[in-house]
């Protein structure tokens, strides 16, 4: 029975080559109810790609919907960011849904590979971490300006706007940023006559504003070369003023 179940499961079984170029299974019982479906990655035309090529056409594509919504966002302004042809761009991606798919699943890979493992969640001092996290984030966003921006809209659009199937993949990245950023934090560290936890979101929204007007301020200079040691320097003053401000006295 065991052998006549396997042979009807194989006879039924079916690959597709979808648009996104990701090859899907699914597997069918006698009755035609879906019992079974996985997605196997393999390796998509776009990723041949020169480096330096597939990187502009990334940024590109990052910076239009970072900037705008999805049905906003049109591909016409990412061919001319990219300065490719459109042709080129759908032989990679056959319509906008299958480059905004891609851009999801990249920005999540590109988050956790090259910031939040970078992140030291045993430094219990909040500020220290939060500088350290500032410095990891700034490198990241020297290989592709727009990313994060990006992964905001679409957070900030929340999981019902997510492509089919990531919406796993966005809780454990929500997860993972969370314990990463926020969990073994030193409260002690703060003074005893300030609420603590509004101390802890002021630190975080004045961090958070210097990185955004650093962005600014860098927008229009090539930041692949441009050496940030002044900007540390001065991003190093600000931290000691929220030590001064939040710390008790004494503490480093």
Known sequence: MAVLIHIKL????????????????NVMDHIGLRILKGVISITHKFES???????????????????????????????????????????????????????????FDFIKEKYLVHIDGEERDLIERFRKTTIIKMQAFREFPHVFNFIGNVLVNGEE??????????????????AKLYENIDYSLFRDDIDREKAFQLIQWSIDGYQEHIKAKLKDENITTLNMDKYWEEFNEYLEVLRTSFYKKGVI
């Open 49 to 107: 790609l020169e480096e330096e090529k597939k990187n502009r056409i990334l940024n590109a594509a990052f910076k239009v919907f970072a900037e705008n919504s999805y049905e906003q966002a049109s591909t016409n302004a990412v061919v001319k960011e990219a300065q490719i042809g459109k042709g080129m761009l759908f032989y990679y991606f056959k319509n906008k849904k299958a480059l905004y798919r891609y851009l999801v699943e990249y920005s």
């Open 161 to 178: 706007q997510l492509p089919e199937g990531l919406k796993p993949k966005y809780i454990e990245l929500q997860r993972q940023g969370f």
């Open 10 to 25: 194989k006879a039924l079984h079916k690959i597709i080559i979808d648009h996104t170029g990701r090859k899907e299974y």
